[in-house]
């Protein structure tokens, strides 16, 4: 048989399949030439949390490779199951992608054991991400090529777990794909492959906003239907809560720390200070509705992330790079670089979200499974160091901040159990642990 040469590097790799769009994945499904070892079976894909994002995942990891299919799924809620795999169905029309009978619908808290007993080899990780170190832990230990949104954590603790299970997951050769989604599109990576060539100067400050309204507002009071239990209730509002979500900063503007930590080359920070609070009531809740952080750098350089999400106020999701001999821009205006390297994004944009499932099917096809681990571990703990700096009123150093003992997750967690509601922080008075 032909032996073809590979990339020598995963950096090589990537290129390749950043170049390709992703045509790689497809083309290596039914390869008719030996690829060092490459995985050409079947793959069964597991599909764990059938909300929104978790439902457009799976449909991308169907469309990144012609030899896989859907094969078990499992929620906590079997309605979520049943409009998920409906979705996807009008998402997905590849004949024999879904194997899904009901006897692999599995629902409940231990849904995920199930699903990575069922003989999946791959799974999608996309339950609300209080949830991530526990299921990101089990599908390593069980050996399965991983998919898993961000963030991967919603306090220290348990991001350590998660930082020990990347370490294992590359021993044992598993493929884990973060879904910090803009480090896929073709634009961004132009971008910042100029602003790390030195484009715009020696980087000054970074400037970065996540301005937006409420993701899913919790219910007025009286709303709770009786007898639903206090985890059950939590669980349905998970936006609301910083134990199931992070808060708005470290579930939804980490896309934002993550573009900042990639522009620092994924540098942690040495310390942070912030601001923050709640404007408007949130019942039950206890997330705050902004939060504004400073990143500072052992440098001197710093970077500012001003993170909202209240309804009827002005809008925006931009990233100003500003450099000793320029500035680089995201924004309405586009992807851009203002100064004597004056440059702005001309190309055709690629679809971010199917990219990244591309590239994860194809290094695993290549037999050489890409393992993001370290970098979703930084850009995770450098939001949730953002978040306690605002909660308590602490500067708080990236060293205290990986090894704070603030541990969020509930003990023994099961359906029936008491579950009080955390008050809401007050800097100055909220201590940090």
């Not at 309405?332 to 199917?354: A, C, H, L, S, T």
């Amino acid at each position: 048989m032909i032996e073809p040469t590979l990339p020598s590097t995963r950096r090589d790799f990537l290129k390749t399949t950043a170049a390709t769009g992703g045509v790689l994945a497809s083309t290596l499904a039914f390869p008719t030439v030996t690829f060092g070892k490459p995985d050409n079976r079947k793959l069964k894909i597991g599909f764990i949390g059938c909300g929104g994002r978790g439902t457009g995942a799976a449909a991308q990891a169907l469309k990144a490779d012609s030899n896989v299919t859907l094969h078990a799924v499992g929620d906590v809620f079997a309605s979520q199951i049943e409009r998920s795999l409906a979705s996807v169905r009008k998402e997905v029309d590849h004949e024999g992608q879904f194997d899904v009978p009901k006897e692999r619908q599995f629902v409940g808290l231990d849904a995920y054991e199930k699903v990575l007993a069922s003989g999946v080899d791959t799974v999608i990780l996309t339950t609300p991400p209080g949830f991530r170190p526990l299921h990101f832990k089990a599908a390593v230990d069980a050996g399965k090529h991983i998919f898993l949104e961000k963030p991967m954590a919603t306090d220290a603790p348990g991001l350590r777990s998660v930082m020990e299970s990347v370490k294992k997951a590359r021993e044992k050769g598993l493929c884990v794909q973060p879904g910090f989604t803009w480090r896929y599109s073709t634009a961004r990576r132009e971008f910042y492959k100029r602003i790390h060539a030195g484009e715009i100067g020696d980087l000054r400050a970074i400037y970065a906003t996540y301005l937006t309204g409420p993701v899913k507002p919790m219910p007025a009071p009286g709303q709770r239907p009786a007898g639903m239990s206090d985890l059950e209730w939590q669980v349905r509002n998970w936006y609301n809560f910083v134990w199931t979500c992070g808060d708005g900063l470290v579930e939804q503007a980490v896309h934002s720390v993550d573009k900042i930590m990639w522009a620092v080359q994924d540098a942690p920070p040495l310390k942070c200070t912030a601001t923050g609070g709640r404007q408007i009531p949130n019942f039950e809740g206890n997330i705050f509705d902004h939060i504004s952080v400073n990143y500072e750098w052992a440098d001197g350089t710093r970077a500012f992330m001003a993170q909202r999400q209240t309804s009827n106020c002005h809008g925006e999701n931009t990233d100003y790079i500003m450099g000793a001999k320029g500035v680089g821009e995201i924004s309405r205006r586009g992807v851009i670089i203002n100064g004597p390297n004056k440059w702005k994004f001309d190309g055709k944009e690629n679809d971010m979200y199917q990219t990244e499932h591309d590239e994860m099917f194809a290094s695993i096809r290549f037999g050489k499974p890409v393992n993001e681990g370290e970098r979703m571990c930084s850009s995770t703990l450098a939001a949730i160091m953002g978040r306690m700096a605002a909660y308590t009123g602490t500067e708080v150093t990236w060293e205290m901040a990986l090894n704070s003992k603030d541990d969020l997750f509930p003990k023994n967690i099961a359906w029936d159990m008491k579950l009080p509601i955390a008050p809401l922080a007050l800097p100055g008075r909220t201590k940090f642990i």
